[in-house]
């Protein structure tokens, strides 16, 4: 399970990873793998407020279609136009090529939600008990 | 893993879309264990048999099979299943695994007492062989004698040291491929033999439900039920109306009638799949149910099969929806998928 470090993750296993005012979003490892082979991703627009918990996209595998929810609130400024025709980048490069979009976020105090790796690490192991 | 039909199913093994690939390419081998086979001596018409079962039986050749489905007497699909002729009087009867005890119960009430017929489900194991590469596979393992295997015909063949098995040239990927049935003790073996072959890999319910579903073939419980009779589903061509059979008054009166629903085809502009249950739309107006839906491996869109009570030409436009997600659908042809290993046989 790959979990890195200095990015935030959520219970609903989407991450954040905070550069300066913005953030990258995407779903973790342990999500891209419990759906299995990812075949169709909707993101948010450019410009849609989203609200932190609050769905913000979908994500469908072979298997069945999940929401996914913003680890933050904020704006969205920029989406991967990538995954539309290649979703699988998701699976092959959860944290990096396979981010689904970026965002301002406007209260830094909503990453007291959120959880650090090591975090993470403990209630991803909690969950495959 | 997940439970099926009262077994725990691999679903996938390296994953769904590297498995449904290599099935169409190469070749992949499918634990069916789960399926359910009935052993069964009897003359077919003195025996009830052939009044159970909508396929025309009495004249299948020995050592062919054929597909067909046993109804209720309104016509409803109890379940659909494949006979094998063994010889004038032996048959053997494959069913679905969620069914087995309901057919078997069925059979015994519509039988004559005095055939002989046996649930070997639980003795009898089955693995699938599917893929362009089958033939080779299988003719290192069985010799030539799987050359003389015509599409839906069978034999019976030696392997470990005289242990027999059932191979058919059949299956549920449209692609060539052979099914083989063996006495449960050995097939851990037969999985490992045919695994050494290294064009061979596992593939998993999950592919074997994305295959199929791209050839149309249709699933029990899901596009065949009580509920729908074959000639809603548009399979009428596997009854035999020139012979009585349980549930022909029924189906005889709809064919001349007019089916209530119809089984449709359709293809999503999109790679957002349809999925078991969403509503099917006519211009905004509820016009039918999706009964399976998946996102296309081979063609890279969503597809899908469901019932509507009115027909639609090939090219209707209408829409999927569950909730906030809509997919706008085609009406198209059955096969998704016309150019396959199956059809470049004979």
């Known amino acids: ?129 | 893993m997940a439970p099926f039909g009262g077994w725990m199913m691999p679903i996938q093994y390296r994953g769904i879309l590297a498995e449904h690939a290599h099935t169409r390419q190469q070749v992949s081998v499918f634990d069916i264990c789960h399926m359910g086979e009935f052993l069964l001596q009897a003359d077919p018409s003195s025996s009830g048999f052939d009044r159970l079962v909508t396929q025309n039986i009495t004249a299948m050749p020995f050592g062919t099979c054929r597909y067909g489905f046993i109804l209720n007497e309104q016509a409803g699909v109890l379940d659909d299943l494949i006979v094998y002729r063994i010889n004038e009087t032996s048959w053997m009867i494959v069913v679905n695994a969620a069914t087995i005890a309901a057919d078997f119960a069925h059979f015994k009430a519509h039988i004559s007492a005095n055939c002989s017929l046996e649930n070997v489900s639980d003795k009898m194991a089955k693995l699938d062989v599917q893929g362009p590469q089958s033939f080779e596979v299988l003719k290192n393992i069985f010799g030539q004698e799987i050359a003389s295997l015509k599409y839906y015909t069978f034999a019976e063949l030696k392997i470990f040291d005289q242990q027999s098995c059932i191979v058919s040239r059949t299956g549920y990927t449209g692609e060539l491929g052979y099914e083989i049935y063996i006495a449960n003790e050995y097939v851990g073996r037969l999985w490992e033999l045919l695994l050494k072959d290294e064009r061979v890999l596992p593939a998993g319910l999950g592919a074997r439900d994305t295959l199929r579903l791209e050839m149309s073939y249709p699933l029990y419980g899901q596009d065949l039920d009580l509920n729908h009779t074959p000639v809603d589903a548009g399979l009428a061509k596997f009854v035999d109306f020139s012979k009585d059979f349980i549930g022909r008054e029924a189906l005889a009166k709809e064919q001349k009638t007019g089916p209530k629903e119809h089984l449709i085809y359709f293809q999503a502009d999109s790679r957002r799949a349809p999925r078991h249950g969403f509503n099917i739309l006519d211009k905004g107006r509820h016009a039918g149910i999706v009964t399976s839906g998946s996102f296309s491996p081979s063609l890279g869109v969503g597809i899908g099969m469901g019932y509507v009570a009115d027909n639609y030409d090939i090219g209707a436009q209408l829409v999927v929806k569950q909730d906030s997600v809509e997919i706008p659908v085609e009406v198209v042809r059955r096969p998704f998928l016309h150019k396959t290993s199956l059809m470049n046989q004979n």
Request: charged share 20%; hydrophobic share 40%.
């Open chain 1, 1 to 129: 399970m790959n979990i890195p470090n200095n990015i935030f993750y959520t219970k609903d296993h989407e991450w954040a990873r905070i550069e300066g005012k913005l953030a990258y979003v995407g779903i973790s490892d342990y999500a891209a793998h419990s759906l299995g082979d990812i075949t169709f991703v909707e993101l948010p627009k450019i410009g849609q407020m989203l609200k932190q918990s609050a769905f913000c996209a979908t994500v469908e595998s072979v298997k069945a279609a999940s929401d996914v929810y913003a680890p933050l609130s904020g704006k969205v400024v920029g989406v991967n136009a990538q995954l539309a025709a290649n979703p699988e980048l998701i699976n092959q490069s959860p944290y990096e090529k396979g981010y689904f979009f970026s965002m301002e976020f406007s209260d830094e105090a909503e990453k007291n939600n959120l959880m650090d790796a090591s975090a993470y690490q403990k209630y991803v192991e909690g969950i495959a008990k």
